[in-house]
């Protein structure tokens, strides 16, 4: 089951938390910024992800709510374990 949508996209944050990868559940990009800042302390990485409903393979990351610097999340790229992620053009 998917999350609330904003915008036809869905957010959540991901990040290292006691040497393990970590996210929480797809949602509204609200509650995604609530997370975040939840986690801002805990964590050791943080980032906020968002993809078009239940599209892995859409999957984009950017290091705060605020930023601009959405960037494809891709197989080399670390991410959730069993994630199908966009393949890179290389």
């Known amino acids: 089951m998917t999350g609330e949508t904003h915008g036809e996209k869905e957010y959540r944050i ?32 943080l980032a906020i992800e968002r993809r078009s409903p239940g599209n892995n393979r859409t999957l984009e990351r950017a290091p705060a709510p605020e930023s601009d610097e959405w960037q494809p999340v891709t197989e080399e790229m670390t991410h959730i374990q069993g994630e199908e992620v966009a393949r890179s053009d290389s």
């Open 14 to 45: 991901s990040g290292c938390s006691d040497e393990q990868w970590r996210a929480t559940a797809w949602g509204d990009r609200e509650t995604a910024i609530d997370d975040y800042q939840t986690a801002d302390g805990n964590w050791e990485l």
